[in-house]
């Protein structure tokens, strides 16, 4: 279970406001790339997690109380034109930079799952599987979890030409039924073109 421990140790060094952030759709052949950016208070929130270890009733229910007891929180997207003209690198962190330029006040630290953020001001560590080891980073996976599964949703609703895909289902990660119908129609323009199974669709069967 994520803890509060290094959030502590840098309170007791003198940093007030420390942020938690991480991405998610990273591996997705469609959709936007979303990040999240949570600053939580010292009062614990039960049963936090890596979104991945939680079902979409527990992320939902567990999104709703972070939203509630946050000190702030802020959402970052890179939708997949933007996505494809820079690389899935370089949008992963452009999510996170936007998560951090949204929170009303910038943070004294962030603490990031995986690999720093390049190109800000604010000190930050990077932590390897933060969202399983801390809980404002393991709270930010399910906010923006919960987020892009919700765009998926809405993409698989709205636009007809994305519901053979069912991104409903698999929120455009590569599943069977979606690398087969990729394979039959070829991509829509929800599809991230810079990938080279999207780009070359016979290669995903």
């Not at 899935?88 to 799952?113: E, H, Q, Y």
Request: glycine share 6%.
């Amino acid at each position: 279970m994520p803890s509060n421990k290094l959030v502590e140790q840098l309170t007791a060094d003198g940093y007030k406001l420390i942020a938690g952030l991480d991405e998610v759709g990273r591996g997705a052949w469609a959709g936007p790339v979303v990040a999240a950016a949570v600053i939580l208070p010292a009062k614990k929130i039960y049963n936090i997690r890596d979104s991945k270890l939680l079902t979409r009733k527990e992320r939902e229910k567990l999104a709703t109380k972070i939203r509630r007891a946050a000190l702030n929180y802020s959402i970052g997207i890179v939708d997949v034109k933007e996505l494809d003209s820079m690389g899935i690198g370089k949008a992963s962190f452009l999510a996170m930079t936007n998560a951090l330029n949204g929170l009303r006040k910038t943070p004294d630290f962030i603490l990031v799952d995986g690999f720093k953020i390049p190109g800000i001001d604010v000190p930050q560590q990077a932590v390897i599987d933060g969202d399983q080891k801390i809980s404002s980073v393991a709270a930010a996976s399910i906010i923006a979890k919960v987020e892009r599964d919700r765009i998926m949703r809405t993409l698989h609703r709205s636009e007809k030409e994305c519901r053979k895909f069912r991104f409903d289902f698999n929120k455009g990660y590569p599943s069977p039924l979606h690398k087969r119908m990729l394979a039959k129609y070829g991509p829509s323009k929800w599809h991230r073109y810079s990938f080279t199974p999207v780009k070359q669709p016979k290669l995903a069967v």
